[in-house]
């Protein structure tokens, strides 16, 4: 069954082939962050009139490169939410319609399903795809998810950020020193000339019980930290390094003790935060101290791409769900309302 993905959700224009016998075939993705630079973040018209202009070109050079027509597409999937209302029309309507014209079923994927099966899309040749029961971490600039994976489909939070998201809090904290947006990936890159333990922020949340997440604080630990300082630059890399080891750490605890809640060794690491390279050297860590697993996807896969709504939405539609001809999407949509699939 070969599907067309479409990601709409966001800044980003995403489009892929997955083909369940031959896996992926090809993937297109149109970044917009030049579009939203100058304002500092994403702008949503612009955002929604940008993946008009971007969508269809990208779906022609995606199955150019997949060697496909339209006439070999069995089904559709598209990203109905969450995400920005308007964004998200833009890619349903165009999703819908080419059901429509193709003659082929269509089917609604929520965007942090796409990220959590992720790390499924691609075949690991050494260990071969995690297979639920797991625990994911959801990591976005919109999400900080701790998910029960009891079945494909089946998703019970465990715990969640009650304030910003660990992606939020990256570019909040790239913002106030002077980082240019998106500020998330800059930081860390900043973060790698940093000395470790020259600024030690706390821990937020980990020295009492539970799975829940708070972000906020140590943004504001961070601008105190900064106005204070010589505003050197070895001193903005310094700090730099003791935030991004400060939610790296906080987010290595939670998993721990999520895996424990849970009873499984098995963890799936997903959303933009999940392409940071010393999250992903802690949790390989923590999973070789227990014998478990962390699998993460390619770091190209972590953030908004197509590629993991066409493999979300293959597994609906092999399982025969799709929905009705009608171009619908749900802005504020709850992961757990979800259907088992198969
Ligand atoms: O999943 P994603 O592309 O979009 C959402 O669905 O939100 O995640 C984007 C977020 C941004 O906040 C960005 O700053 C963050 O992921 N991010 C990173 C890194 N790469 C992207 N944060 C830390 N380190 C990175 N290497
Ligand atoms: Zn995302």
């Given at each position: 069954?070969?599907?067309?993905?479409?990601?709409?959700?966001?800044?980003?224009?995403?489009?892929?082939?997955?083909?369940?016998?031959?896996?992926?075939?090809?993937?297109?993705?149109?970044?917009?962050?030049a579009?939203?630079?100058?304002?500092?973040?994403?702008?949503?018209?612009?955002?929604?009139?940008?993946?008009?202009?971007?969508?269809?070109?990208?779906?022609?050079?995606?199955?150019?490169?997949?060697?496909?027509?339209?006439?070999?597409l069995?089904?559709?999937?598209?990203?109905?939410?969450?995400?920005?209302?308007?964004?998200?029309?833009?890619?349903?309507?165009?999703?819908?319609?080419?059901?429509?014209?193709?003659?082929?079923?269509?089917?609604?994927?929520?965007?942090?399903?796409?990220h959590?099966?992720?790390?499924?899309l691609?075949?690991?040749?050494?260990?071969?795809?995690?297979?639920?029961?797991?625990?994911?971490?959801?990591?976005s600039?919109?999400?900080?998810?701790?998910?029960?994976?009891?079945?494909?489909?089946?998703?019970?939070?465990?715990?969640?950020?009650l304030?910003?998201?660990?992606?939020?809090?990256?570019?909040?904290?790239?913002?106030?020193?002077?980082?240019?947006?998106p500020?998330?990936?800059?930081?860390?890159?900043?973060?790698?000339?940093?000395?470790?333990?020259?600024?030690?922020?706390?821990?937020?949340?980990?020295?009492?019980?539970?799975?829940?997440?708070?972000?906020?604080?140590?943004?504001?630990?961070?601008?105190?930290?900064?106005?204070?300082?010589?505003?050197?630059?070895?001193?903005?890399?310094?700090?730099?390094?003791?935030?991004?080891?400060?939610?790296?750490?906080?987010?290595?605890?939670?998993?721990?003790?999520?895996?424990?809640?849970?009873?499984?060794?098995?963890?799936?690491?997903?959303?933009?935060?999940?392409?940071?390279?010393?999250?992903?050297?802690?949790?390989?860590?923590?999973?070789?101290?227990?014998?478990?697993?962390?699998?993460?996807?390619?770091?190209?896969?972590?953030?908004?791409?197509?590629?993991?709504?066409?493999?979300?939405?293959?597994?609906?539609?092999?399982?025969?769900?799709?929905?009705?001809?009608?171009?619908?999407v749900t802005?504020?949509?709850?992961?757990?309302?979800?259907?088992?699939?198969?």
């Amino acid at each position: 069954m070969k599907v067309l993905g479409i990601e709409t959700s966001c800044d980003e224009t995403g489009v892929a082939v997955y083909d369940t016998d031959a896996g992926l075939r090809a993937h297109a993705l149109y970044s917009q962050i030049a579009l939203h630079a100058e304002y500092g973040g994403v702008v949503p018209e612009l955002a929604s009139r940008d993946h008009v202009r971007k969508l269809l070109p990208l779906v022609r050079q995606t199955l150019a490169e997949a060697g496909l027509s339209t006439s070999d597409l069995d089904g559709v999937a598209y990203t109905a939410g969450p995400g920005l209302v308007g964004a998200l029309l833009v890619g349903a309507g165009v999703a819908r319609s080419m059901a429509w014209a193709l003659d082929v079923p269509a089917v609604a994927v929520h965007h942090m399903e796409g990220h959590l099966l992720a790390p499924l899309l691609e075949d690991d040749p050494v260990r071969g795809r995690p297979e639920p029961p797991f625990v994911a971490l959801l990591v976005s600039g919109g999400h900080t998810q701790l998910v029960h994976v009891e079945t494909i489909g089946q998703y019970r939070l465990l715990g969640e950020t009650l304030d910003d998201a660990a992606g939020e809090a990256f570019d909040k904290t790239a913002k106030l020193m002077g980082l240019p947006y998106p500020g998330g990936p800059q930081l860390a890159a900043l973060a790698e000339q940093g000395n470790p333990g020259v600024f030690r922020f706390a821990r937020p949340m980990t020295d009492r019980p539970g799975l829940d997440f708070s972000f906020s604080g140590l943004k504001t630990q961070v601008l105190l930290a900064w106005q204070n300082s010589d505003r050197a630059d070895q001193t903005r890399a310094d700090i730099a390094r003791g935030f991004e080891d400060a939610v790296v750490e906080t987010l290595a605890i939670k998993c721990e003790r999520a895996l424990d809640a849970a009873g499984c060794d098995t963890l799936v690491v997903a959303g933009g935060v999940g392409a940071n390279k010393r999250l992903r050297a802690r949790l390989e860590e923590t999973a070789r101290k227990r014998g478990g697993r962390v699998s993460f996807p390619r770091p190209q896969f972590c953030t908004d791409n197509g590629a993991m709504i066409a493999f979300a939405g293959a597994l609906r539609l092999q399982a025969g769900q799709h929905e009705d001809a009608s171009v619908k999407v749900t802005p504020r949509w709850d992961m757990a309302s979800l259907a088992p699939v198969g």
